[in-house]
């Protein structure tokens, strides 16, 4: 069995001018990688907005498509947001990451004030790196991006969905009773055997959960900016 090379240990920074380029190419690390996580959440918002233009086309150009077919996007949607959530939570780990070098460094730097003594924000950087875990739980990442981007989507697709079965003009072989009109709105939504109460039903308590999500609690850091 050939011997195997040693295993060379990485040299530390001996100096001050080590130290900072070490800092350096550090933050050019971190900024690259929040970068990147920053791209796949906007190219997951894009693919949201594709569908739910490309849904609300067909369903409300063809009289032909069934009103489920929005609610289809409305499932789509929600997939998105779950898999946009979690790559928040990516992002906004490796956003702390550097928003700690422009507070306690190039903040510091900027004010010409340097304090002395140990750096308790490079300690905490340094356990971070060690043992990485994420910031916010799954669940307020959902609130916040559903809060700043997916309800808009939610909120078009109810209004196209409403639309659909309070216009018969706009379903093939659907008429409207003019002497009951919640009752013939309520036979329009029914899904196959599902009927129509019940399809109301289960879109007004989604709606009223993505309501709560939306008003419910505040994020955390206050007046903190946050994307």
């Not at 080590?18 to 900024?31: D, G, P, Q, S």
């Not at 990516?90 to 956003?95: I, N, P, Q, S, V």
């Not at 109810?158 to 706009?170: E, G, H, N, Y």
């Amino acid at each position: 069995m050939p011997d195997l090379p040693p295993i060379v240990t990485p040299t530390l920074p001996t100096n001050s001018v080590e130290a900072t380029n070490l800092m350096i190419h550090y933050y050019r690390a971190e900024m690259t990688r929040m970068n990147a996580w920053r791209a796949r959440i906007d190219l997951t918002s894009n693919w949201a907005i594709t569908v739910v233009a490309a849904l609300l086309s067909v369903a409300l150009s063809n009289a032909n498509a069934h009103h489920g077919l929005t609610i289809f996007a409305m499932v789509i949607i929600l997939l998105m947001l779950f898999v946009e959530a979690r790559r928040y939570r990516f992002y906004d780990l490796y956003r702390m990451r550097i928003r700690q070098f422009e507070r306690h460094y190039f903040g510091q730097f900027f004010e010409a004030d340097p304090q002395g003594g140990p750096e308790p924000w490079l300690k905490m950087l340094a356990q971070d790196l060690r043992h990485p875990k994420f910031r916010i739980t799954l669940t307020l990442a959902l609130r916040r991006r559903l809060r700043r981007n997916y309800i808009w989507m939610f909120l078009i697709l109810l209004c196209a969905w409403i639309v659909k079965i309070a216009s018969p003009d706009l379903q093939a072989g659907v008429y409207f009773d003019p002497s009951r009109p919640i009752a013939t709105i309520v036979g329009h939504a029914a899904i196959g055997p599902v009927p129509g109460w019940l399809v109301i039903g289960i879109m007004a308590t989604f709606y009223l959960c993505l309501a709560i999500a939306c008003l419910k609690g505040k994020d955390r850091g206050g007046d903190e900016v946050h994307v």
